[in-house]
């Protein structure tokens, strides 16, 4: 797929904290013409969650998705575990400044929210300023390409 075909296609997954939110989510970005990829999971049964967030990580990586979401209960741990798919930036953002400096200065490619953190609602507006935030380039672009050259480094190790 090229890019204007993934650029509606949405990878998201969740653990058992960030199910409900997940849920939402989904239901969300389907009314607002969006594809989801949904990697789980399916419950509010007790999971781990690095399968699903690396599943996610790995769509956006791979081109299958534009951007993707991950969600638990704070969110620091899925977003942990998406940075180690290489090529992936993931941002932990529970609030809109997160979300925009998130896209503006880093190109964060998955976004990463605590179900128990935040209302469906401010979950919400954190995607639309997540998806609607465009990365600003300049200076930025030489620290993302830093990024990408220390990733580079330690996966040669």
Not at 2 to 28: F, V
Not at 29 to 35: I, M, N, P, V, Y
Request: with cysteine; hydrophobic share 40%.
């Amino acid at each position: 797929m090229n890019s204007s075909q993934t650029s509606r296609i949405i990878a998201i997954g969740s653990d058992h904290a960030g199910y409900e939110l997940k849920q939402h989510l989904i239901g969300y970005l389907s009314k607002a013409g969006f594809t989801v990829i949904d990697h789980g999971t399916d419950s509010t049964e007790s999971v781990d969650y690095p399968p699903f967030c690396a599943a996610v990580a790995r769509d956006v990586r791979d081109g299958k998705a534009a951007l993707g979401i991950v969600m638990g209960g704070s969110g620091q741990g899925e977003q942990i575990a998406a940075n180690k798919v290489h090529g992936v930036r993931a941002a932990l953002c529970n609030d809109l400044y997160l979300a925009e400096m998130a896209r503006s200065h880093n190109d964060a490619n998955v976004l990463s929210m605590g179900g128990r953190v935040v209302s469906f609602a401010a979950a919400e507006e954190i995607v639309e300023k997540f998806l609607s935030t465009p990365f600003e380039g300049g200076r930025h672009e030489r620290r993302v390409a830093q990024l990408a050259e220390i990733e580079q480094q330690e996966g040669a190790r």
